[in-house]
Every structure is written in structure tokens, then in C-alpha cells.
């Protein structure tokens, strides 16, 4: 069973930085996309960065580029965001979420760069982390 489960959410001052981790276990797939996602209360979840388990590259939202940094630790299972110079607008449920690309000999086709934060995309989600920043 694909299990994604979040941790690292705090309440943080405006300014701050968090470091989320998201730890995988029960993958049988042989190439994977992990992506971080976030919902604002009242808002759309939105993608915010995403890692290819395959050559671990990384693309993020334009918006958080320079702040949040994606990262994994394959020895580990887990995932990474490291957030900076935290904002009010950053406060929200963060999610992680596993898009597999390859098992068993199939390959599935890669996605094009405007879909790999689309949340749409993703198969398997966590529960998510609350991420408060204050003023």
C-alpha cells in the first residue's frame, strides 16, 4: 500500500523558514514524480514543486521560485521542502503527492512541463501539514 505521510508544519513569524518532509513507503514502481501541493482555506490547491525520481529534476511554481527548494534523500524514502523567507500568503495545508511513471517494463508518458503541478496528475496524496505564517 502507498503510503505518503507529511510532517514539519508549524506555525512560523513572517520571515521564517520550515522544512517539510514527506515519507514514502509501499512504492512498487520503478520511476515516480513526487510533488508538493498547498491549500489556502477558500482556495484551489495549487501546485508548489515537484522531483523526478529518475533524474531528479525539479521544477517549481514561478511564483515561489528562489524561496522553496524540493529536494530528496533516497536512502531515506522522504522528500524535502524547504521553505524561506515565509510569508503570510504561504499559510496553508501542504501536501505531497506521488505521480508513478514506470513499473513493471511500462513507461508512462512523461508529462509536459505546464501539467507537472497540476494536482490532477498526481495518484497518490498524504494528509498534509498545516503551514501558518503570521505577521
Known amino acids: 500500500e502507498v503510503q505518503l505521510v507529511e510532517s514539519g508544519g508549524d506555525l512560523v513569524q513572517a520571515g521564517g523558514s520550515l522544512r517539510l518532509s514527506c515519507a514514502a513507503s509501499g512504492f512498487t514502481f520503478d520511476a515516480y514524480r513526487i510533488g508538493w501541493f498547498r491549500q489556502a482555506p477558500g482556495k484551489e490547491r495549487e501546485g508548489v514543486a515537484c522531483i523526478s525520481s529518475s533524474d531528479g529534476t525539479t521544477d517549481y511554481a514561478d511564483s515561489l521560485k528562489g524561496r522553496f527548494t524540493i529536494s530528496a534523500d533516497n536512502a531515506k524514502n522522504t522528500v524535502y521542502l524547504q521553505m524561506n523567507s515565509l510569508k503570510p500568503e504561504d499559510t496553508a495545508v501542504y501536501y505531497c503527492?506521488?505521480?508513478?511513471?514506470?513499473?513493471?517494463?511500462?513507461?508512462?508518458?512523461?508529462?509536459?512541463?505546464?501539467?507537472?503541478?497540476?494536482?490532477?496528475?498526481?495518484?497518490?496524496w498524504g494528509q498534509g501539514t498545516q503551514v501558518t505564517v503570521s505577521s
Open positions: 503527492a506521488v505521480r508513478p511513471t514506470g513499473w513493471g517494463g511500462i513507461t508512462r508518458v512523461p508529462l509536459p512541463l505546464r501539467d507537472r503541478l497540476k494536482s490532477s496528475e498526481y495518484d497518490y
